[in-house]
């Protein structure tokens, strides 16, 4: 028996070296073609795709110092940005903020041993934290904004200027309007929209601290509609309690998050009267698995397709989907610690999700799938910190508002990129 072992170890071990060989040889045969994989542009050589299949368009928008009177100012927190078309681009601000130079590196012994300021390689300034940066102070879920202790404490025309709240920027990034006339009537605007099926092109704006939404003519001339009571917290057909964010349907019926201190989304028809309600108040902690509890109802967004209703329930950082009328449908968490502010949903498919601090823009099929994600931390081009609204203009051209920046970035796909990779155009009106 042991005679017999020789030949048949020599044969097993010629085979084992011939199966080595062969696999040694499948890129000349079977291996995939070089560069196939996940890499926005098919086939493309290094790189690490960190603006994804986009490019940041250069200088644009155009620094706020374009307008007179602005050399030593630069933008606020940008809240929202809306893309009627490529040269007529909506953009939310909370007021406009001190321009300044990234200061020398020093260190801080009063705060703690060892540390210094500002860090390497983030951004050195968020113009959205605390009482300092941008007002009106009072912006954190939770907050009042009737409680003078948690108002602005920052120094009104040396700290920050409360204007220009509404601009209109052109496709090279220039001022074409500005809603200066609202300036003081608006508290806290928070999101900017136009229903892509309205035929008049309402000009909708949400404003959280007053509790309310607002409707203009669409040149911004005339408020024509009020949804809510102003200055009046409430949780019935006629209040709100600090509403986000806003979605249409086709038939003009919208939905509302609503929002920073209420715990439910609201159901408006197309002439903006209340229908329906649904949501309620979760277990505190970022623990609440249970569907229809909200904390923090932020993102919304609405398939135009199926007519479900994706909603960022985002202090428990997670996905809840409903049909129109508030049947909870699915649910799919997010990676902690992403805190995902902005949802967008054209009908392709797709729901892209917009996180922070993970700074990731991110794309899940219907239910929930992932399918792709980029974008990384930092204030150089393309970098981004607190990402707080997007929107996509007709012509593919993707915008981004980022809070803790205090910045818009425009980005336009990149030649050659995988069209499944771009965030879809808006609908469009049937004609």
């Not at 009104?156 to 920027?169: T, Y």
């Amino acid at each position: 028996m042991h005679k017999q072992s020789g030949p048949l170890l020599t044969a097993v071990a010629a085979l084992a070296c011939g199966l080595f060989v062969a696999a040694t040889m499948l890129p000349l045969h079977g291996q995939a073609p070089p560069g196939a994989g996940f890499a926005a542009i098919p086939g493309e050589k290094g790189g690490w795709d960190i603006t994804g299949p986009y490019q940041v368009v250069a200088d644009w928008p155009k620094p706020l110092s374009q307008m007179p009177g602005h050399d030593e100012w630069t933008w606020g927190a940008i809240e929202a940005v809306f893309a009627e078309s490529a040269d007529r681009v909506f953009v939310i601000q909370l007021g406009e903020l001190p321009k300044l130079q990234r200061p020398a590196v020093r260190a801080l012994p009063d705060v703690g041993p060892s540390l210094s300021f500002p860090v390497g390689e983030v951004p050195f300034r968020h113009a959205s934290q605390g009482q300092y940066a941008s007002p009106p102070g009072g912006g954190a879920p939770g907050a009042d904004p009737d409680d003078p202790a948690q108002a602005y404490k920052g120094r009104p025309g040396i700290d920050s200027r409360w204007e220009h709240l509404v601009l209109v920027f052109n496709a090279k990034g220039e001022i074409v309007e500005q809603w200066t006339q609202w300036d003081k009537m608006l508290r806290r605007p928070h999101a900017v929209y136009i229903n892509p099926w309205d035929p008049e092109k309402h000009v909708w704006i949400i404003d959280d601290h007053s509790h309310a939404l607002f409707k203009f003519t669409h040149d911004g001339r005339q408020l024509v509609q009020t949804i809510g009571t102003v200055g009046k917290k409430g949780e019935d057909a006629t209040h709100f309690n600090r509403p986000t964010f806003m979605a249409f349907l086709p038939d003009g019926t919208m939905y509302v998050a609503d929002g920073y201190n209420g715990n439910r989304v609201v159901k408006l028809d197309r002439n903006g009267t209340f229908v329906t309600a649904w949501g309620r108040r979760g277990e505190p902690g970022g623990r609440e698995t249970r569907p229809g509890y909200f904390n923090v109802v932020h993102g919304i967004a609405a398939d135009p397709v199926t007519r479900r209703i994706y909603v960022s329930d985002r202090g428990n950082r997670r996905m809840q989907v409903f049909d129109e009328n508030g049947t909870f449908i699915d649910q799919w968490p997010f990676n902690n610690p992403s805190s995902v502010n902005f949802l967008y949903a054209n009908g392709d498919g797709a729901v892209w999700a917009f996180e922070d601090p993970t700074a990731k823009v991110v794309k899940y099929d219907r239910e929930g799938h992932l399918l792709y994600a980029w974008g990384g931390l930092g204030d150089y081009p393309g970098g981004f910190l607190n990402m707080h609204g997007a929107t996509v203009d007709p012509d593919g051209n993707l915008y981004i508002a980022e809070v803790g920046n205090g910045r818009v970035q425009k980005f336009r796909p990149r030649s050659g990129a995988n069209p499944a990779f771009l965030v879809g155009k808006p609908p469009a009106a049937s004609p």
